[in-house]
């Protein structure tokens, strides 16, 4: 069975950095597309970034501080996070879409993790 899990939240201070890693099992995702998503309490899911073959695309709150990356040897991607906000709160989810591109909508995602917290502080 396929699964995702997330790791490498924490609570930092405003301005510093934490790299999440999704590591991928049960089959080979390196086909696929692969995102991160995020959502703050009260608020809706929303996209942060995604990577495929083609690249990786952001949501223009974190161009510029985040970079994600993948490596498909291991199956496994990462986000790395710099110069953290206190709005970039929330739990984080890594997510795969079989349609292979770099996707910002969430319906086409087929696989999930099941989430790991990111507190920044001011």
């Known amino acids: 069975q396929a699964q995702l899990v997330e790791s490498g939240g924490g609570l930092v201070q405003a301005g510093n950095s934490l790299r999440l890693s999704c590591a991928a099992s049960g089959r080979t995702f390196s086909g696929y597309g692969m995102g991160w998503f995020r959502q703050a309490p009260g608020k809706e899911r929303e996209f942060v970034a995604a990577i495929s073959w083609s690249g990786g695309i952001y949501a223009d709150s974190v161009k510029g501080r985040f970079t994600i990356s993948r490596d498909n040897a291991k199956n496994a991607v990462y986000l790395q996070m710099n110069s953290l906000k206190p709005e970039d709160t929330a739990v984080y989810y890594c997510?795969?879409?079989?349609?292979?591109?770099?996707?910002?909508?969430?319906?086409?995602?087929?696989?999930w993790g099941q989430g790991t917290q990111v507190t920044v502080s001011s």
């Open positions: 997510a795969a879409t079989a349609y292979g591109t770099s996707s910002r909508n969430a319906n086409e995602y087929t696989f």
